[in-house]
């Protein structure tokens, strides 16, 4: 019978089906934070049950650690009191961790590919919406809640319903100055934040192909923006050529093993998704969003939406240009901005560096912005200094911080003050997101150097 | 760990009818330092509740004494974003053990479930007379049957069906938690494991 990649992942991975009921589904890699862990190890403690699966398991601290002065002690009480959580359950079970100040610590979606722990054809979780990310390598990959965490340290398994299936299409080519990210935005205004809810997403065609490995973990990032469970690029050259060598890697014959599994992850030709749909790549132009959901979104160049054009609520979609203090029918281009973040696990890889960079260069930051530049790991750090990315980022009036998920969420210090605006390329642009009252304008890592360097919403491609 | 058993529930209900409430609001991120399960009500929806000098906002149905009960009505796609379970408990440690509205974000339907809050989805329809019951009688009482199916407004009689798989009504009707039933299957899950490809 003819099978979607999902399907394939997914069936292969189910231990046991219960009627009328969930599935019980293998889980091959576990990731695992500070923040959303200690109850679970907590619960082990309580049944007396060890991880189940050690060698499974990887742990790295990111969502609440500091971005500067990492080689001090953390001075908020209740953050060090996590990581020395994370620290002591990882010792007592032979997690291997990746601690603040460790050489491959980072964001836990970062440096899952980084160090090949992400692979394609397995099952990933972790207690984070955005392990969706891990899909563009062909995995099956999505966030769990702290009592399925549990599940996983515990028996290795999961409950899952079985999510449908639907496909993306877009088609064609993309105009220059559009990145991955705006294809992301552009997919979740269509669709709203709601529309793939119940659904595991492939995303299909010319588009995606012709990504990078960091493109495509981007747009995967962003599908629990549209509600979806995860989403999902099948394998090819580009998939293996990235993970090939990396540390924890098959090599040898262990790779061509897994090779002979891989070359058969792939949706067969007549197998049928339970929604499709197709789009165009040059339809899609540089986007932004202007209210409190990643589904408000538009091109730069366009007005904002008026609430009776849009799907939804109108007493709902006022209340959030409130929250915004913007109006129906107004240019974004030319508003004014406040801080710029670049970083998290939607664009807080070396690509998006590379990006940000080509618009600042020889160009100098506007002086009333702020701008944190947080890499998504050390290792992207490090090949920002290495490429000479970091000389032209100092010269342009710019500095860099050290890995962390950073004012994506804000729970360490990098919060944006209530009122301001923010250009940032992270995911989430809900109220207070950023820090209580902060105003979050979600763009590409080249739409965000373009503010930088203006003080204002710009069209990137009026500065190349 | 085992939780409450949910059966019949007939409560008085608070009603939020804004679409889209997201896991940050329900609790800000600011929130999640803790390492045991304990106090997240008090922050429910902090930044809707409090404002920055931590006086109450009035306006908000939290804090509008008309307003009580064991339920919680919300807008549709309730609960999206974040899969921080956190949330769930913010809704469960507040007093709240059953939340409606007309669409569910995943995640957070799941976390529910985990943790024995029964998540029912309704029509936008009736959702809508809902809030219309609250509305006109701010005490009004809605009746959630677990083992039928069913959610009333009981002012009117009127009611509908809600959907649940028969293992996790099993599961809230008996307290009982899907750990419990993965330990049981331990020694298959170990088998399995020995052949997976990765």
């Known amino acids: 019978m003819s099978k979607t990649l999902f399907d394939k992942v997914w069936d292969s991975h ?172 552009f997919l979740i205004s269509k669709l709203s934040t709601s529309g793939a809810t119940g659904y595991f997403v492939e995303y299909a065609g010319e588009v995606f192909r012709s990504l990078s490995m960091e493109g495509r973990m981007t747009v995967c990032n962003l599908s629990i923006e549209m509600g979806a469970r995860g989403g999902i690029i099948a394998p090819d050259e580009k998939t293996f050529e990235y993970i090939k060598d990396r540390e924890f890697t098959q090599k040898g014959a262990a790779w061509d093993k897994a090779m002979t599994y891989w070359s058969t992850l792939k949706t067969d030709e007549d197998a049928t998704f339970d929604k499709e749909y197709t789009f165009k790549g040059d339809a899609i132009e540089p986007m932004i969003t202007y209210g409190t959901n990643p589904g408000m979104g538009m091109g730069i160049s366009g007005g904002i939406p008026t609430a009776e054009s849009v799907d939804g609520g109108v007493a709902t979609y006022k209340k959030s240009l409130d929250y915004m203090g913007y109006k129906e029918g107004e240019s974004m281009i030319g508003k004014k901005i406040d801080f710029v973040f670049l970083g998290s696990c939607t664009n807080g890889r070396i690509e998006d560096f590379r990006a940000f960079t080509e618009i600042v260069e020889g160009k100098k930051k506007a002086d009333h912005v702020t701008a944190w530049l947080v890499p998504g790991s050390h290792k992207v750090l490090n090949a920002i200094k290495e490429e000479g990315l970091l000389n032209t980022l100092e010269a342009a009036g710019f500095e860099l911080r050290e890995p962390g998920c950073s004012a994506c969420l804000a729970m360490n210090d990098d919060k944006i003050p209530a009122g301001k605006y923010a250009v940032s390329t992270s995911n989430r642009n809900f109220e207070g997101r950023q820090g209580p009252g902060s105003r979050t304008l979600l763009a590409s890592p080249t739409v965000a150097a373009a503010a930088a360097v203006t003080g204002v919403v710009t069209d990137p491609r009026s500065l190349v | 760990m ?162 649940i798989n028969s293992y996790k009504k099993e599961n809230m009707l008996n307290g009982f938690d899907d750990i419990d039933y993965l330990m049981n299957i331990k020694d298959q899950i170990g088998e399995f494991a020995k052949n997976t490809p990765l």
């Not at chain 1, 695992?32 to 200690?38: G, K, L, Q």
């Open chain 2, 2 to 163: 085992a939780y409450d058993k949910f059966n019949i529930l007939k409560s008085s209900a608070v009603p939020l009818p804004i679409e889209n409430i997201d896991t940050d609001q329900i609790i800000p991120a600011r929130f999640l330092k803790a390492t045991e399960r304990v106090g997240f009500g008090d922050n429910l929806f902090r930044d809707w509740r409090y404002n920055q000098d931590d006086s109450l906002k009035s306006e908000f149905p939290l804090n509008d004494k008309r307003y009580s009960g064991k339920i919680l009505v919300g807008g549709k796609n309730f609960g999206s974003g974040s899969s921080r379970e956190h949330a769930a408990w913010a809704v469960y440690d507040y007093g709240f053990r059953c939340v409606v509205s007309s669409f569910f974000a995943d995640i957070f339907r799941n976390n529910c479930l985990n943790i024995g809050v029964l998540p029912v989805q309704v029509s936008a329809g009736f959702l809508q007379k809902i809030f219309s019951a609250i509305e006109s009688e701010s005490d009004s009482k809605l009746t959630i049957d677990l083992p039928k199916q069913t959610i009333t407004i009981d002012s009117s009689g009127e009611f509908e069906n809600f959907k």
């Open chain 1, 14 to 185: 189910v231990v046991q089906q219960i009627e009328d009921g969930p599935d019980v589904l293998f889980i091959d890699r576990h990731l695992v934070h500070e923040v959303t862990s200690p109850v679970a190890f907590l619960g082990l403690k309580n049944r007396g049950v060890k991880v189940m699966s050690p060698k499974r398991t990887f742990a790295t601290a990111d969502h609440n650690t500091p971005t500067i002065n990492q080689h001090l002690p953390v001075a908020d009480p209740l953050s060090a009191n996590q990581l020395k959580a994370l620290e002591e359950n990882a010792n007592e079970h032979g997690i291997s961790y990746w601690g603040l100040g460790h050489e491959k610590n980072g964001i836990v979606h970062v440096v899952g590919p980084e160090y090949g722990i992400t692979q394609p054809g397995a099952t990933i979780v972790c207690g984070d919406s955005h392990t969706s990310t891990h899909g563009a390598f062909g995995a099956i990959a999505f966030g769990i809640g702290t009592s399925e965490v549990e599940m996983v340290l515990s028996t290795q398994c999961i409950m899952q319903p079985k999510p449908k299936t639907m496909r993306i299409n877009v088609n064609g080519s993309l105009n220059k100055g559009v990145t991955p990210k705006d294809v992301a935005l």
